[in-house]
């Protein structure tokens, strides 16, 4: 989820108080065939009781159509409303389903002026080949698949061999050691796919401005907020994952630090994203 | 040598509350710029300024502006010594470390033209002689937002010379309470001196050698540059707000310790830098519109690297 803040068009127009504590847009699956349906939510937390939400803007449907919304609301033990609007849609031909931005004007009493508050944008790749998701959760189930084709394939073998060890020793009733059953290998499942590792990896092959800011942006991402945020708003909202904030703070070093001190910054960088990949320390 | 944070904490324990004006006070001190204080009567701007000049050891001035005043009465002047038979110059209160021009906006423009000049030469003339100002110099003149008759408005070419604006609210209960329960029966006390006038002129030669960024440097000329292009605003701010804010930007991540600059720094003062810098269309006003809400608007809009 994230939250950027960026302040409204007009200053004078009646906004809602609202403390916004969180807002977040995400797509169920990253890749559809043409015509499938799938599901954005848009997930808005407010630190007070409410009953609705009318202030939520939606952003704009680019190759997609909306073919329902549904919205719900929960009051969270500690006095704050969740908000959660459920699209479904409907993907258009193939090339990309952008949905873009979704954002609410309001004035935070905290700050006392109109701020806007706004998600990122969400897009889903609709292609016409069968979708090979890349996903965690889509990969699983490919894999899964595949499984299931394997051990059926190893049972047929497995009775086959049986058969044939059984008609010879009909045929030839000596002594012979038993059949052995060949096990499928153990096949680990690959890690699922992390952005923030994607960029971690190419950042250690290639120490570069391109790998480092795009691991930085991988890292804002991973705390919660948006592109074009800075480090006050990734820590605010990185909470008490102590190696992700180690690592915010070496990755803006190493990204606006005098040459001399980037190695280092980009060394600890290093540290502190292995031990926040590898889940050590901080409760990841 | 001693960090200018022993400075802010020395501040606070005169101060009560008002955290952002005292840190924008040592930063502006670090910069080595003029400061505009705004806020109600009765909200510590001339306690701030007293107590940040007894931090460094510095001489403090303070100067009450009001309509007829002279810039005689600023700079200083010439006297005729009858004994020795020649003029002989005395300095006006203008000479000194911390220089506090109290409601600023009451006097003429001629005697605001006079500290104004020197705030940009650090140095005055009187009569034939130019006299350098005392390292470091700071004016910190303050505003009442209320109160506009008599008052003459500041031209946007000598606002300009300040590097930032502050504006100071009201305690909030907790922290009256504690105004009354100190203050209530004796004066305020000064914390003495927590540094020296050399460690001050140490701290602006390291902050200036802060680095920053080139994306940095662009980040905050998009800033300065998007006041320009902003439709609610008449006249955007000038190249030297860009300076004002690298400048600050720089004070800011040495009073931090740090050796750079990062977009926190330029985001958290652009505000204070260009808040007296835009002249703002006469709409803003007929519609009852908040300027302090456009200019978050301006640094919000522009996404930092």
Known sequence: MSVAQAGPPAPAAPYPRLHIVAMGMHADRRLVAPHDRFSVTIDVVVSQKRDRLDELVLGNFDDCTIVGDERRHTILPNGDTQFLEVLTLEAGSPGTATISAAHLDAIDPKVGHPLRYSTDPVSVRVTAAPPIDSTYVSLTATIGRYARWLTVLLGALAFTMFGVSFALRRRRPSAAAPPVIAQAPAVPLPAPPNALALAFNAFSLARDERTLLALRAQLFAEAGVAAGATLSDALARAGMRRSLRIALVEAEAAAFGPAAARVKAGDALVEALEAYLSGSGDGR | ?305
């Open chain 2, 1 to 305: 040598m001693t960090h200018p944070r022993e400075v802010v904490r020395a501040l606070a324990q005169t101060i009560v509350g008002q955290t952002e004006t005292v840190e924008a006070l040592v930063l502006a001190l670090v910069a080595g710029g003029h400061v505009l204080l705004e806020g109600a009567p009765g909200v510590a701007k001339t306690l701030s300024c007293r107590a940040l000049a007894a931090a460094i050891g510095g001489s403090f001035k303070r100067i009450q502006f009001t309509p007829d005043l002279l810039p005689s009465d600023i700079v200083g002047t010439r006297i005729y010594d009858q004994r020795s038979g020649e003029f002989t110059t005395v300095r006006g209160p203008v000479f000194a470390n911390i220089v506090l021009a109290d409601e600023i906006n009451r006097a003429p423009a001629k005697v605001q033209s006079a500290l104004l000049e020197g705030m940009q030469e650090h140095r005055a003339t009187i009569g034939p002689e130019s006299l350098p100002f005392p390292e470091p110099f700071a004016v910190l003149a303050t505003m009442n937002p209320f109160d506009g008759d008599g008052t003459y408005a500041l031209p946007f070419a000598q606002l300009d010379r300040f590097l930032a604006k502050i504006v100071l609210g009201n305690p909030t209960r907790d922290e009256e309470r504690t105004i009354v329960d100190r203050y209530a029966a004796h004066d305020a006390t000064f914390v003495s001196a927590v540094a020296t006038l050399d460690d001050v002129r140490h701290w602006q030669t390291e902050a200036r050698a802060v680095f920053l960024d080139d994306r940095i440097r662009d980040y905050l000329i998009d800033i300065v540059r998007a006041s320009r292009e902003t439709p609610e605003v008449v006249h955007g701010a000038s190249p030297r707000a860009a300076l004002a804010l690298a400048g600050l930007a720089r004070a800011r991540a040495y009073l931090e310790g740090r050796a750079f600059v990062t977009p926190d720094d330029v985001r958290s003062l652009a505000p204070a830098v260009l808040r007296h810098r835009l002249s703002f269309d006469y709409r803003v006003a007929a519609t009852d519109g908040d300027p302090e809400a456009i200019v978050a608007s301006i640094v919000a809009r522009i996404p930092a690297p």
